[in-house]
């Protein structure tokens, strides 16, 4: 009986093993590599340093705080979810900002030409559901 078996499993791997390969159906993948020089990306910031980020102007007044980054499917430029207004997280209102619009300050990012009642004006953002 064990020699049945044995020869069974050998006749198994063996069909395995004279199976030819299965290889994937459909188009062929393309991904286009560029080179980029680690010693400048290094000196950016994560996005770990910038959430939480506080956002003045150039008089150095406070305007708001970076609540989040996004990034669309079909723009190269993200954008900056900034909360603005409110009290200890009691009534503020997120607002949109393009990413490039802001500059990397000492402590924090700047916003040229911002201030509270302009970036209260900007429309409500609302995360899609």
Do not use: C, H, W
């Not at 004279?18 to 991904?31: E, K, N, R, S, Y």
């Not at 949109?96 to 970036?119: E, F, H, I, R």
């Amino acid at each position: 009986m064990s020699k049945i078996v044995f020869l069974t499993g050998a006749a198994i791997v063996g069909a395995a093993m004279l199976a030819p390969p299965v290889l994937a159906q459909g188009t062929p993948q393309t991904i286009t590599l560029m080179k980029v020089d680690p010693q400048t990306l290094a000196t950016g910031l994560r996005v770990s340093k910038v959430l939480g980020a506080t956002v003045v102007n150039e008089a150095n007044e406070k305007v708001g705080t970076i609540d989040d980054l996004i990034v669309t499917p079909k723009q190269n430029v993200p954008y900056a979810v900034l909360s603005v207004g409110g009290f200890l997280g009691m009534g503020t209102r997120l607002v949109v900002v393009p990413y490039d619009t802001m500059k990397v300050g000492d402590k924090n990012m700047v916003l040229p030409g911002a201030t509270k009642d302009s970036l209260k004006m900007l429309p409500e953002f609302n995360y899609a559901k």
